[in-house]
């Protein structure tokens, strides 16, 4: 008889990661999550079975290489580790950070059947803080080939795209409409969640690696995409994100104190008005802060209405279950002191004789049966209305692709609907050379899977000129 | 970065720059703006073009300095540099011949009305040219004005040149047929003027310069409502119909941050001045 192999020994618990003490952060920005020390980092690793057939990389968009990362952390090869994570991702500070790995890679771990998974995200941050602190390599330069691209708006897919395809020889220009670099990193989600400093770090490897960003380009204003491909560029690449903002067409809307997100956002992270009068930036936030919307972009608004100092309400017209932001956000967004109000939508805002928000108007909603795809719609509850006072809301609910490139490009096919850019599943237009992907193409959406469909995109951008005579 | 190469004064605190930017100025027209960023906490600044140099490569654009980041830029010398200068941005004014114009300018607006008036004139119109102001000292560029208009009215609100109020214009609109009004300048003026052409049925176009951020859709902080619509000043406009602006709204929207402004500016003073480390000349 064959003696059986010693089963391995399985940890079923993760290795948690030290955060700032909900009292403390929530009065200030600095970053929730502390990272690993080095000591964790082995522990945690050494949970990592190193399967051969390994499920959680399957579950990344971009494919890291995730057991053999693991592996060099185990052998306390730090520098290997990073390397092979940039084999597949240029971003991997911002995506240990920023990634849903519970839905993702994590969600596949192999352990997660018996216990908690492998902290695939902890454990990428970890190695991309050490790459940080210790310096990065930059990869061998290869022989340029001779090809031109343009890449339009420096956020996650746009730096994708621009990393793959310089390490191919293709000489890259990034042009970027905002005067910081990082799209959504710098302008959406919060110092707390995604320090700047790491952002820019992320952007300054892109442009060692030979990448010329070109900042306060406005793209359909400056150049158009038709004059870029007249103008020498072989292919352009669309990553301009989904920067327009949703309003509630309530009446009172455009009444003081009413921000959307992205205005709220880019005052608070891009021009840091959490630092004014320091920083020039101004930011009027009252005592009490409703924001509208149930999505991680709802959380960052809160959080960092908390942090201003404000009692800050979450309405959200469906229920706890059906909120789409990330379990952890809620449950960080919670403890630093947030109150929720489910199935309560607005009606109406009211106003003071200066024209600042006062009052709103609400009305209780009720979940109706799932439709075919299961997600279940609301409706108004007759007779329910209720007033709240407030003297600050924002409004955070989804934001659309901003229209200024498809308004200046002949022959570029677009959803009439969302706006969306109209793509194949490797990226690529209605027009010839011209790709686009991440939120212009798919509506909001996370990080990775505008890193995910850049993958794709530079991808299919390298065929077309190695194609193209 | 893009080196300042002209500077003016046109107006007590009212300063004119000359900046090189060609790709900017290649792609600039009539009705368009700018935003300009300096120093790493500086802010974002909508500025309208007041003119484009094509040989040249250059872009100009006038502000009041009414604030602590206008005050900053208005310390900025030729050869110094400014860190960034966006554009151009919003949508290009219509320029064709439609026979007699009116063209409206208040204060700093009074620049950029001028690169309109002299588009208008070289399209073949009649332009009839005013230019308004709170008192004489800010009746700017009167000679640039006479060069491209037919007739130029000058008014002020304390009488100190020129008419004293619109009161004229109310009795010159009784006699005198407009096809078209354009109006650049403080809300309150194009407020006035659109209730003026109003029962005249001229078609009015105003400039509006609502606070604004990114400048290009993203933050919604310039919306106004125009016609009941909600509009974003700076994708939608900037001109936009006098007669279906609700002006009464945008003045209280750009006023929801005054007192941070005030707050900005009274630091900076007790600082000796702007604390982006550039202007310690």
């Known amino acids: ?469 | 970065m893009y080196p300042i190469i002209n500077k003016t004064e046109l107006a007590p605190k009212i300063k004119l720059f000359e900046v090189k930017a060609p790709d900017v100025a290649a792609k600039s027209h009539p009705g368009q703006f700018l935003i300009v960023i300096h120093g790493e906490k500086g802010e974002r600044i909508p500025l309208t073009i007041c003119g484009y140099d094509l040989k040249n490569g250059t872009v100009s654009f006038a502000f009041h300095e009414v604030g602590k980041t206008t005050q900053d830029l208005g310390k900025l010398e030729p050869n110094q540099e400014i860190d960034n200068v966006t554009g151009p941005l919003g949508n290009p004014s219509e320029i064709k011949n439609f026979g007699k114009v009116l063209c409206v300018g208040g204060s700093v607006m009074i620049a950029p009305l001028l690169l309109q008036a002299k588009a208008l004139k070289e399209a073949g119109n009649h332009v009839t040219t005013l230019l308004g102001a709170r008192c004489k000292d800010f009746i700017m560029l009167e000679d640039e004005a006479k060069g491209y208009s037919d007739k130029v009215y000058i008014a002020t609100d304390d009488g100190s040149k020129g008419n004293k109020g619109l009161d004229f214009l109310v009795e010159l609109l009784k006699t005198e047929k407009f096809d078209r009004c354009i109006v650049m300048g403080p809300v309150i003026l194009m407020k006035d003027i659109s209730a003026i052409t109003k029962p005249y049925g001229i078609p009015t176009v105003v400039t509006l310069t609502p606070i604004m951020i990114d400048g290009m859709g993203m933050c919604g902080v310039c919306r106004v409502t125009v016609g009941g619509k909600m509009l974003f000043g700076c994708v939608d406009g900037a001109e936009f119909d006098g007669h279906l602006v609700d002006f009464d709204e945008l003045i209280l929207r750009q006023r929801t941050m005054l007192p941070e402004e005030r707050l900005s500016s009274v630091l900076a003073e007790m600082n000796g001045g702007c604390k982006c480390g550039r202007n310690k000349t």
Request: charge should be positive; aromatic fraction near 6%; hydrophobic fraction near 40%.
């Open chain 1, 1 to 469: 008889m064959a003696e059986t192999k010693p089963k391995p020994k399985l940890n079923k618990k993760a290795i948690d990661m030290a955060k700032q003490e909900p009292e403390v952060r929530n009065k200030n920005f600095s970053e929730v999550a502390l990272g690993y020390t080095e000591s964790e980092a082995q522990e945690e690793a050494s949970r990592c079975l190193g399967c051969p057939k390994p499920m959680c990389q399957s579950g990344c968009p971009v494919e890291v290489p995730i057991p053999q990362f693991i592996k060099c952390i185990k052998e306390k090869n730090y520098a290997a580790g990073i390397q092979i994570i940039k084999t597949k991702n240029a971003l991997p500070a911002v995506c240990g950070r920023v990634c849903p790995q519970e839905v993702q890679c994590q969600a596949k771990c192999i352990i997660g059947r018996v216990g908690e998974p492998v902290s695939i995200g902890r454990l990428e941050r970890f190695l991309a803080d050490w790459e940080q602190k210790n310096g990065a390599q930059l990869p061998p330069k290869v022989p340029l080939s001779g090809k031109k691209i343009a890449i339009i708006g420096a956020g996650p897919a746009g730096l994708t795209v621009a990393a793959d395809l310089v390490k191919l020889g293709h000489e890259i220009t990034m042009f970027e409409a905002l005067h910081i670099g990082g799209g959504v990193l710098s302008y959406g989600i919060p110092e707390f969640r995604l320090p700047k400093a790491i952002v820019n770090n992320e952007i300054s490897y892109v442009q060692k690696l030979g990448v010329d960003l070109r900042l306060g380009n406005l793209i359909g204003r400056i150049h158009t995409i038709p004059e870029l491909l007249k103008n020498g560029y072989d292919a352009v690449f669309i990553g301009s994100g989904a920067g327009l903002p949703q309003f509630t067409g309530c009446p009172g809307e455009n009444l003081g104190g009413i921000y959307s997100a992205n205005e709220f956002l880019i005052r608070v992270n891009l021009m840091k008005a959490f630092q004014f009068p320091e920083y020039d930036t101004p930011i009027r936030i009252g005592k009490q802060v409703v924001v509208i919307g149930g999505g991680n972009v709802a959380m960052d608004c809160a959080r960092s209405s908390i942090r201003l100092g404000s009692k800050v309400y979450l309405l959200y017209r469906r229920g706890r279950e059906e909120l789409p932001a990330r379990h952890e956000e809620i449950e960080n967004a919670e403890e630093e002191g947030l109150n929720c109000k489910f199935l309560s939508a607005p009606v109406e805002f009211y106003g003071d004789a200066k024209g600042w928000v006062r009052a709103m108007k609400c009305i209780a909603m009720e979940l109706t049966e799932p439709d075919a795809k299961g997600r279940r719609g609301v409706k108004a509850v007759p007779g329910s209305e209720f007033i709240i006072d407030v003297d600050t809301v924002i409004i955070a609910i989804g934001q659309t692709p901003n229209p200024i490139i498809q308004r200046t490009t002949d022959g570029l096919q677009s959803d009439p609907r969302y706006g969306t850019i109209t793509v194949n599943e490797v990226g690529k237009t209605s027009l010839d050379g011209v790709y686009a992907g991440g939120d212009v193409a798919t509506g909001a959406a996370t990080v990775i899977s505008a890193m995910g469909a850049g993958k794709r995109a530079a991808k299919a951008i390298h065929e077309y000129l190695l194609n193209k005579k």
